[in-house]
C-alpha cells in the first residue's frame, strides 16, 4: 500500500518543475485525490498548500478557497500537526478572492474577515492585516468610502509579522487612486514601484498595467508607451492576469487598436475559463471596448479566434461579438452590485466602454 | 613651480558614492569593470582617430594586505583639461538632482566620470594621470571622496593615455589580490579585442585570450564545430553538444545559442552572458532572447543595445523588443532548417526540450506547421510523436485535462479509439489548432460525458424490458446528484462507468471541502456550491454495461428488492475504479453496502 507515495511524489516534483498553470494544477489535483484515496492526511495537506498557491497566483481561485477551506479544518482539528505560520499567511489570499464570487453574500464575506480577525489576533498580530483586507475588500466591492476609513485604521498600526510586503501594500493604495480617479496622485505614488525600488514577486507586475490609460489621460502617451511594451512582458504567460490583459486591451483600443488584436486572439479563451468573474467581466469591457473602437473608426480588421474559445464562431461578425461580450460582463456586474448593494460595476462598465470604446 | 590648484566639487561627493555603492552597483568589485570600460572607451575614441593604433591595457599590483595598490593603465584618446572640468562639472551638476542623470549618462566624459567615482567604493584616493592624445599638457587630478580635488599641468609630457592609481582602503583588500584581479578581469574583458596585462611581482601576463575571428566573421562559425564548442564550455562553465548561431539583421548583434544538454526546468531564470562593446553588461540576462527559448544558454555580443545605469541589464524599449524578436528568428530558422535537412539532430532535441518546443509552436503557427510531425505526445496508442498518431488515419480524439484523459483511457483504449491526452502544458492548445495548420485534420476535443458516443443504445424491447428497474436505479443515486443510465460497452467485463463533467467535479470537491471544513469557510462553500448546483451539467453519470452479465441478470425483469443496495455498491466500485476520493457520505455507503451482502451470503448459505 505504500506504493501510492511513490505516485504521490513523483506527481508533486512534476508540479514542481512547472510554472503556474492549468497543467500544474492537474497534477497537484491527481496528488491530492491520491493522498486522499490512502488516506493520508499529511500528504493531503501538502498537496494543498501546492493548490492554494498555484491558484492564487495561477488564476484558479475557486480550488484555491475549496483547498484551503480543507485545509483550516484540518488544522482546526490538529493544530500540532501543522505550520501555523505559512497556513495564517495563506489565509490573504483566500479572502483576498472572494468578493469576486457574486454567490457569496455580504455578511459570509464579513463573519470571514472576522474569522481572519480573531485568528490573527490569537496569534500574536495586531489588527493591521484585518484593516489592510477589509480596505481591499470594501475596495473590490465598490465601498470607496468605507474603504477609505479601513486604509486610515490601517495606517495607525505597525507592520508585524502578517504585513503583506511594502511593495504589495504600495501597490494597492495606487490601485485605491486610480479607483478614485486621482491620476496624478495615483503615478506620483506608484513612482517607487515604476522605477524599480519597491518591488515583490508581483510587483510591478499588478500596478504598471492600471496606470496606462491615466498616463494618456495626462498626455504622457511616450511614458505610457514605453510602460505598456514593458508591463506586457512581464504578465502575458500567467493567466491569473486577466483583468490586466484586459488593461492592456483597453489601453491599446485608445492609441493602437490593432496591436490589441493580437491579444483579444490570445487571451479571451483564457478568460473565458477563468474561475474569476471579476476578472472576466473587466475582461470583457474591455474587449467590447476595442471592438467598438475598430468599427467606429472602420479600419478594416481580422480576428481570428481559436477554436478553443466559445466565441470562435463570431470572429466574422464582430458586432454580434462585442454584444454578447458587453451583455455577458453586466450579467456579472449586474449579480456583483446586487451583493454589494451598489450600482458601482454597472457605472464602471459604462464609464469604461465611453471612455475607450 | 608647476601650475597647481586646489578645488572643491562643489557636491556631496560622499551622497554620489552612496547612491553609486548602495543603489546601483551590485558589489564594490565592479569599480574593476568601471575602470576597464572607461579603458575601453577611451581606447575605442583613438581608434576614430587612428585606426592603426593597437589597444593595450595594463593593470600593475603592488604591495598585500592594506597596503595593497592598484595601477589601472590604458593607451586610449586621454583627457584634456577640459575634458578633466567637463566630467567634474557634469557630476556636480547631476549631484544636485539625486544624481539619477549622471547615472543614466551615455556620453564618453560622462560615463568617465562615473567610473572613477565607484572608484571610491575601494580607494580612499584617487589619483589620474592623462595625456590627450590630440595634444596639450599632461594632467596630474587627485581626488578625495569629502569632495576635495587637486589638478596639476605636468611639466614632462606623458605618452597619450590615463593611469589610474588606488590605494586599497580598509576591508577591502580582498579587491586588490592577484588572483580576484585576474578573475574579474577575465569575467569583464574575455572578449575584448585588445591584451589585457596583468603585473604582479614583477611577473606580466597577458589574461584574455585571443578573442576567436567568427566572432567578427559569424560566416565562419559553421565550419569550427569544435572550438566553438570548446569555447562555449571555457565561457559557460558547461559540456555541450550542439549549437545554433544567432544573427540580427544589422549585424551589430550575433552570438551562440548553445543547446543545454539536459532538460530544463521551466521555473528556472534564464542566465546567458551578454557583452555590450565587447564587455560583459550581465550574467543573467533574461530579457534578450523570447521566453520560449529556454532550451538554449547563450553567448551574445552586441553593441546596439542600451545599459542601465548599473550596466547590469539591458533597458526594456522598442530596440531591444526587436533584436529578441530577431534572435529568436535564428533559433526558429535553424530548427526549421534541421527539420529539412538533419531529421536526427532535431529530434535529439525535442526528445530533450519537449515542452519548451511546444510552447514555441502553440505561439507560433508556422513553426508549428514545420515541426508537428515530431512532437511527442501520450495517447492510447501509446507515447508517440503526432507524425505517427496522424500515419494512422483515425479521428484524433483529445481531453482538455489530465483528470479526463484518465477517466477516457480505458474505455477507448477498449473501444481502439485514438485518445490524446491534452492535459499537459501546451498540448490541448495545440492540438485544438492543428486544423489550422493542417487543413483537413480529424481532431475533436472530447469530454467525458463524450464517451456516451461510443456507446450503443439500447434497442426498444430492451428499453422497454428495463424500464422499471432503470428508473428505480436513476432514482437511487439522486442523493449524490449522480444519474443512472443502462448501455452497451466494450469491454464486458466493465460494469459500470462513472463520468464527472467539469462542474459535477467541482462540486464534487467543494463537498467533499465543505464536510471538513470550519463554519466560516463551510459557509462559503456552500454559496459556491449553490450556484453551481443549479446547472443540469452538475450531474455525474453512472453508466451500467448491460454486456455484462451481472448487470444484464440485476436488470432482467422485475426489480428487486435488493436493487438499491447493489446499485449503491456499483456506484461505490466505479469510484474506487475510477479513483475518485468519496466523501463521508459515500463511504458510509459502502460499509452499509458491504455489510448487507455478507448478511445475505449467510442466508444463502443457511437456506441450502
Not at chain 1, 129 to 157: D, I, P, V
Amino acid at each position: 500500500m505504500e506504493d501510492y507515495l511513490t505516485e504521490f511524489q513523483d506527481l508533486m516534483s512534476q508540479a514542481y518543475s512547472l510554472p503556474h498553470s492549468a497543467a500544474k494544477m492537474a497534477l497537484l489535483e491527481r496528488a491530492a485525490e491520491i493522498a486522499d484515496l490512502a488516506g493520508d492526511v499529511e500528504a493531503g495537506y501538502e498537496a494543498r498548500e501546492e493548490i492554494v498557491e498555484t491558484g492564487s497566483f495561477g488564476g484558479f481561485p475557486m480550488k484555491a478557497i475549496v483547498a484551503y477551506s480543507w485545509q483550516l479544518g484540518q488544522y482546526d482539528r490538529d493544530p500540532q500537526a501543522f505550520d501555523e505560520d505559512s497556513l495564517y499567511w495563506n489565509y490573504k489570499w483566500i479572502i483576498d478572492d472572494i468578493p469576486s464570487f457574486p454567490e457569496v453574500p455580504a455578511e459570509q464575506i464579513d463573519s470571514l474577515l472576522q474569522d481572519m480577525r480573531r485568528r490573527y489576533n490569537e496569534y500574536g498580530v495586531s489588527d493591521r492585516t484585518y484593516w489592510y483586507y477589509n480596505f481591499r475588500l470594501s475596495m473590490y466591492m465598490g465601498q470607496l468610502e468605507k474603504a477609505q476609513e479601513c486604509l486610515e485604521e490601517f495606517r495607525k498600526l505597525k507592520r508585524d509579522a502578517m504585513s503583506d510586503c511594502a511593495a504589495c501594500e504600495l501597490d494597492e493604495q495606487v490601485h485605491y487612486l486610480v479607483l478614485l480617479g486621482k491620476d496624478e496622485e495615483a503615478i506620483k505614488k506608484a513612482k517607487p514601484i515604476i522605477e524599480g525600488r519597491k518591488r515583490c514577486a508581483e510587483v510591478p507586475h499588478m500596478t504598471l498595467p492600471q496606470l496606462l490609460v491615466p498616463l494618456h489621460r495626462l498626455g504622457r502617451h511616450e511614458e505610457a508607451a514605453e510602460m505598456q511594451r514593458k508591463s506586457y512582458s512581464l504578465i502575458r504567460q500567467n493567466a491569473k492576469f486577466i483583468q490586466l490583459f484586459g488593461e492592456h486591451i483597453g489601453y491599446l483600443s485608445l492609441v493602437d487598436p490593432q496591436r490589441a488584436l493580437p491579444m483579444l486572439e490570445r487571451h479571451l479563451p483564457q478568460a473565458e475559463t477563468h474561475e474569476d468573474p471579476l476578472n472576466r467581466m473587466m475582461f470583457y469591457w474591455n474587449s467590447a471596448a476595442l471592438l467598438h473602437k475598430l468599427q467606429r473608426t472602420g479600419e478594416d480588421f481580422v480576428l481570428n479566434l481559436p477554436p478553443a474559445s466559445r466565441f470562435a464562431g463570431l470572429a466574422d461578425r464582430p458586432e454580434e461579438l462585442r454584444a454578447k461580450l458587453e451583455e455577458e460582463a453586466f450579467a456579472i456586474a449586474e449579480a456583483l452590485d446586487a451583493r454589494n448593494g451598489n450600482d458601482y460595476y454597472k457605472e464602471f462598465g459604462k464609464k469604461l466602454l465611453a471612455e475607450r470604446g | 613651480m608647476p601650475d597647481s590648484q586646489e578645488y572643491r566639487f562643489q557636491v556631496n561627493l560622499s551622497g554620489m558614492i552612496d547612491i553609486l555603492s548602495n543603489h546601483l552597483y551590485s558589489s564594490p568589485r565592479v569599480f574593476l569593470r568601471e575602470l576597464l570600460q572607461n579603458a575601453t572607451d577611451a581606447i575605442t575614441a583613438r581608434l576614430d582617430l587612428d585606426p592603426s593604433h593597437r589597444g593595450e591595457v595594463t593593470v600593475e599590483l603592488a604591495g598585500s594586505g592594506s597596503g595593497a595598490t592598484l595601477l589601472m593603465q590604458d593607451n586610449g584618446i586621454g583627457l584634456t583639461e577640459e575634458d578633466v572640468h567637463e566630467f567634474l562639472a557634469m557630476i556636480g551638476h547631476s549631484s544636485k538632482r539625486n544624481g539619477t542623470e549622471l547615472l543614466g549618462e551615455t556620453s564618453f566624459i560622462g560615463r568617465f566620470g562615473i567610473g572613477l567615482l565607484s572608484c571610491f567604493m575601494v580607494s580612499d584616493e584617487i589619483v589620474m594621470l592623462t595625456q590627450s592624445a590630440k595634444g596639450g599638457p599632461s594632467i596630474e587630478w587627485r581626488g578625495k571622496p569629502d569632495g576635495t580635488y587637486s589638478i596639476r599641468k605636468l611639466e614632462a609630457s606623458l605618452t597619450p593615455g590615463t593611469k589610474v592609481y588606488l590605494r586599497c582602503k580598509e576591508e577591502t583588500d580582498f579587491y586588490f589580490e592577484p588572483e580576484s584581479v585576474e578573475l574579474d578581469l577575465l569575467h569583464y574583458g574575455a572578449l575584448l579585442p585588445y591584451p589585457i596585462l596583468l603585473t604582479e611581482n614583477g611577473r606580466e601576463r597577458r589574461i584574455n585570450p585571443e578573442p576567436p575571428d567568427w566572432i567578427v566573421y559569424p560566416e565562419l562559425i559553421r565550419d569550427r564545430q569544435d572550438e566553438v564548442l570548446r569555447f562555449g564550455e571555457r565561457m559557460l562553465g558547461e559540456r555541450f553538444r550542439d549549437f545554433i548561431p544567432l544573427q540580427t539583421s544589422t549585424g551589430r548583434t550575433g552570438g551562440i545559442a548553445y543547446i543545454l544538454p539536459h532538460a530544463v526546468n521551466l521555473n528556472a531564470k534564464r542566465s546567458h552572458k551578454v557583452y555590450l562593446k565587447r564587455m560583459l553588461i550581465s550574467e543573467q540576462a533574461d530579457n534578450i532572447l523570447p521566453e520560449w527559448a529556454f532550451f538554449v544558454k547563450c553567448l551574445i555580443w552586441t553593441d546596439e543595445l542600451q545599459p542601465t545605469a548599473s550596466r547590469e541589464h539591458f533597458y526594456e524599449n522598442e530596440q531591444l523588443e526587436r533584436v529578441r524578436g530577431e534572435l529568436g528568428e535564428s533559433i526558429r530558422a535553424e530548427l526549421i532548417r534541421m527539420s529539412e535537412t538533419d531529421e536526427n539532430r532535431l529530434r535529439r532535441i525535442i526528445e530533450l526540450h519537449a515542452l519548451s518546443m511546444k510552447n514555441l509552436a502553440a505561439e507560433d503557427d508556422e513553426f508549428y506547421r514545420m515541426i508537428h510531425r515530431w512532437l511527442p505526445f501520450e495517447s492510447t496508442y501509446g507515447h508517440k510523436t503526432l507524425g505517427e498518431l496522424l500515419d494512422e488515419h483515425r479521428t484524433l480524439y483529445y481531453t482538455a485535462t489530465l483528470d479526463h484523459y484518465r477517466q477516457l483511457r480505458h474505455v477507448a483504449s477498449a473501444q481502439s479509439m485514438l485518445v490524446v491526452n491534452g492535459g499537459y502544458i501546451y498540448e490541448a492548445e495545440l492540438l485544438a489548432s492543428l486544423p489550422r495548420i493542417l487543413p483537413g485534420a480529424d481532431v475533436h476535443r472530447l469530454m467525458p460525458e463524450d464517451v456516451s458516443l461510443a456507446f450503443a443504445d439500447l434497442n426498444a424491447e430492451e428499453r422497454s424490458s428495463t424500464l422499471e428497474a432503470a428508473r428505480a436505479a436513476d432514482l437511487v443515486l439522486q442523493p449524490f446528484r449522480c444519474r443512472v443510465l443502462l448501455k452497451r460497452f466494450k469491454p464486458e467485463e466493465l460494469p459500470a462507468l462513472f463520468t464527472l463533467p467539469e462542474e459535477a467535479a467541482t462540486l464534487r470537491s467543494i463537498e467533499r471541502a465543505s464536510e471538513e471544513s470550519p463554519q466560516a469557510f463551510a459557509s462559503i462553500l456552500g454559496s459556491l456550491g449553490g450556484s453551481i448546483q443549479n446547472h443540469a451539467s452538475s450531474y455525474s453519470i453512472l453508466y451500467l454495461n448491460l454486456n455484462n452479465p451481472v448487470v444484464e441478470r440485476l436488470f432482467a425483469g422485475k426489480p428487486t428488492r435488493r436493487l438499491n443496495t447493489l446499485v449503491e455498491m456499483l456506484y461505490a466500485n466505479a469510484l474506487m475504479m475510477g479513483h475518485y476520493p468519496m466523501s463521508r457520505q459515500e463511504m458510509a455507503l459502502l460499509n452499509r453496502g458491504i455489510l448487507s451482502l455478507i448478511d445475505w451470503s449467510m442466508d444463502s448459505e443457511r437456506e441450502e
